[in-house]
């Protein structure tokens, strides 16, 4: 379940400007793990005036106020994630893609582990090649 970004956002007391809308437009229920490159370059489509550093700033704003996450799974590029709610997630090697995973596992944590550490959650990524990959061929398995 996505709770709608603009309704978490109205609560952190960020002024609202058309351009932060249109960020938040474009990560409400976006579940391709965009960059802030990314980001910008749909922005600036309708706001061609708006720089890279407040596409940036705005991301870091929602993601130090717990309203998005930031992933790094992509050592190129920082990504982010408006689904703050705990996932899992499939990573392509070859495009970079990333997609959801929504199960929970029941992940084994050795005795000694859970003695000397409170775990409060975890984060499984799957790396692999994903279908649409796999469909356009190459021997490589993806490299890192
Ligand atoms: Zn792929
Ligand atoms: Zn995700």
């Not at 370059?41 to 991301?59: C, D, G, Q, W």
């Not at 106020?65 to 408006?82: A, F, M, N, S, V």
């Not at 392509?92 to 029941?106: G, Q």
């Amino acid at each position: 379940m996505i709770i709608n970004i603009m309704e978490r956002f109205k609560n952190i007391g960020l002024k609202l400007t058309p351009q932060r809308v249109a960020i938040l437009e474009y990560l409400d229920g976006n579940t391709s793990h965009p960059s802030a490159e990314d980001i910008y370059r749909h922005v600036k489509e309708r706001f061609p005036m708006i720089s890279f550093a407040t596409v940036y700033n705005t991301l870091e704003a929602l993601r130090k106020r717990g309203l998005i996450l930031e992933l790094t799974i992509d050592p190129d590029r920082k990504r982010y994630d408006p689904n703050i709610h705990p996932h899992h997630h499939l990573i392509c090697l070859r495009c970079k893609s990333v997609v959801d995973v929504n199960l929970e596992f029941d992940v084994p944590v050795p005795d000694d582990v859970r003695g000397r550490f409170e775990i409060l959650g975890n984060h499984i990524e799957f790396y692999g090649i994903c279908e649409q990959c796999k469909k356009e061929g190459g021997d490589d398995n993806g490299s890192l």
